[in-house]
């Protein structure tokens, strides 16, 4: 009787989650509607189609930009288990298309990644545990990245005021890191997750997560300092990467696209996104972030509309592929010995 009511109480939260994921993805979408209607469509229209083909350039960036991600991810596998490049290139790819396009707050990426790995033979726990380190690191590289562009955006206004609170609020982040990390190492989180997860799941969780084993990856990989570092080098180079699809964009607009502005652009409107993650796709989060940022940068609302249905246009263009092959593919894989190289 107890299993069961418990097994109800799982169910209503998993459903609750997903009205709570497809509320803020209606009225994420109804924002950026608004505001490309109050600003005038035709114009931002307009703007967009005079990128034309050069919309191609941000093939390659993007391709830059997930493979530095792969790399700085590969650094946190261990010696005895590597993992090929072009196999976390496309896991990568296929992470981001999820939490993109479908409705998973930004957490059902990481779970069929996790599962991809597994289809082609990396061990669960390692699996696992790379998921959860490389998202820590990159959330603490992010945090520093967040500092830079309030310092950028400190150089715009000229209000030293706002972006003292701006900062001091960030700084509370990184306490809520570091409990994270405790929590990963000291506690035995997944340990203690496996009983919820087996009962909400029943036998489909046990060949994915043994929860001791995954504790210990996890311990394992934070007692790699030299892989910690080079994976924040390589995560820190992708997010910047980030920066070069806003100068591309710029520039196919004929805007002005300094280096300031862009890696302000960038690392503030990737701070929104993460803090937004219960919104599917970001959806209006990018577009009033980038009308809000770029105004005081002098980017007109018009232009940084177009920015934003631009880096839409690249982010189905790219990740809906993606997912079509991901999906036509993932029954037929098999664990494969030599997942790695």
Request: charged share 10%; hydrophobic share 55%; proline share 4%.
């Given at each position: 009787m107890d299993s069961t009511r418990g097994i109800?109480?799982?169910?209503s939260r998993r459903t609750l989650v997903r009205l709570l994921t497809a509320a803020t993805g209606v009225l994420g979408l109804a924002a950026a509607v608004t505001l490309i209607v109050d600003n005038g469509p035709a114009r931002i229209v307009a703007l967009v189609a005079l990128a034309g083909f050069g919309l191609l350039w941000l093939l390659p960036v993007r391709l830059c930009v997930m493979g530095l991600n792969a790399q700085g991810w590969r650094d946190l596998f261990p010696e005895t288990a590597p993992v090929s490049l072009g196999l976390l290139t496309w896991t990568a790819f296929v992470r981001n298309a999820i939490n993109t396009l479908l409705p998973v707050a930004r957490v059902g990426g990481e779970v069929m990644a996790a599962r991809l790995?597994?289809?082609?033979?990396?061990?669960?726990?390692i699996a696992i545990?790379?998921?959860?380190?490389?998202?820590?690191?990159?959330?603490?590289?992010?945090?520093?990245?967040?500092?830079?562009?309030?310092?950028?955006?400190?150089?715009?206004?000229?209000?030293?005021?706002?972006?003292?609170?701006?900062?001091?609020?960030?700084?509370?982040?990184?306490?809520?890191?570091?409990?994270?990390?405790?929590?990963?190492?000291?506690?035995?989180?997944?340990?203690?997750?496996q009983p919820l997860v087996a009962r909400l799941t029943g036998s489909l969780s046990a060949p994915l997560l043994d929860g001791p084993a995954v504790d210990a990856?996890?311990?394992?990989?934070?007692?790699?300092?030299?892989?910690?570092?080079?994976?924040?080098?390589?995560?820190?180079?992708?997010?910047?990467?980030?920066?070069?699809?806003?100068?591309?964009?710029?520039?196919?607009?004929?805007?002005?696209?300094?280096?300031?502005?862009?890696?302000?652009?960038?690392?503030?409107?990737?701070?929104?996104?993460?803090?937004?993650f219960i919104v599917p796709g970001a959806l209006g989060v990018q577009e009033g972030g980038l009308v809000a940022v770029g105004a005081a940068a002098g980017l007109s609302a018009e232009v940084a509309l177009a920015v934003s249905l631009i880096r839409r246009v690249r982010q189905v263009g790219v990740s809906l592929p993606v997912l079509l092959v991901w999906m036509r593919t993932q029954d037929r894989a098999r664990p494969l010995k030599g997942g790695s190289t």
């Open positions: 109800g109480r799982l169910i790995l597994v289809k082609r033979g990396v061990a669960p726990p545990a790379s998921l959860v380190v490389e998202t820590t690191v990159t959330l603490f590289v992010q945090l520093g990245l967040t500092l830079v562009g309030l310092g950028l955006l400190v150089s715009y206004i000229g209000d030293p005021v706002l972006a003292h609170s701006l900062m001091v609020g960030l700084a509370f982040a990184l306490p809520v890191l570091l409990l994270f990390v405790f929590v990963q190492v000291r506690s035995g989180l997944f340990s203690r997750l990856a996890i311990r394992a990989s934070y007692a790699r300092t030299k892989a910690l570092l080079s994976c924040s080098f390589w995560q820190g180079l992708s997010l910047l990467g980030g920066a070069g699809e806003f100068w591309v964009i710029l520039r196919l607009l004929h805007e002005p696209a300094s280096l300031r502005l862009v890696v302000m652009l960038e690392t503030l409107i990737q701070a929104l996104q993460s803090a937004a």
